[in-house]
């Protein structure tokens, strides 16, 4: 009965891990500075669907990020970048996402 049961247990957890390695949770959020940064947005959507990531980043406005004097910024996974454009943010994703 206890083989059985640490099987059964066993099978739980591989079918857990298998399940939660192929799941995308919490998509990654772009934050773009309102003030100085939001004529920027429509060229973050190109990128995003250029790249094919529509359900995996999003896009949201911020109050000042404090850089106005090297627009466009952005914050994303918890770091600020300025002078961002269109090839940054295209590399910058390809690396955070393995796009090649």
Same mark, same amino acid.
């Not at 957890?13 to 939001?38: K, M």
């Not at 995003?48 to 004097?69: F, M, W």
């Given at each position: 009965?206890?083989? /059985?049961? +640490?099987?059964?247990?066993?099978? +739980?957890?591989?079918?857990?891990? &298998?399940?939660?390695?192929? &799941?995308?949770?919490?998509?990654?959020?772009? $934050?773009?500075? /309102?003030?100085?940064?939001?004529?920027?947005?429509?060229?973050?959507? *190109?990128? +995003?669907?250029?790249?094919?990531? #529509? @359900?995996?980043?999003?896009?949201? &406005? &911020?109050?000042?990020?404090? $850089?106005? @004097?090297?627009?466009?910024?952005?914050?994303?996974?918890?770091? +600020? $970048?300025? *002078?961002? @454009? /269109?090839?940054?943010?295209?590399?910058?994703?390809? #690396?955070?996402? *393995?796009?090649?």
């Amino acid at each position: 009965m206890k083989i /059985r049961s +640490i099987f059964f247990l066993l099978s +739980i957890a591989i079918i857990t891990l &298998t399940v939660l390695s192929t &799941t995308a949770f919490a998509s990654e959020a772009i $934050y773009v500075c /309102r003030p100085c940064s939001r004529s920027f947005i429509p060229e973050i959507k *190109n990128v +995003i669907e250029e790249l094919h990531l #529509e @359900d995996q980043v999003k896009i949201k &406005t &911020t109050s000042c990020l404090g $850089y106005c @004097d090297e627009p466009m910024v952005l914050k994303f996974q918890n770091k +600020i $970048y300025t *002078n961002m @454009d /269109r090839e940054k943010l295209k590399m910058l994703l390809m #690396e955070v996402f *393995n796009i090649s």
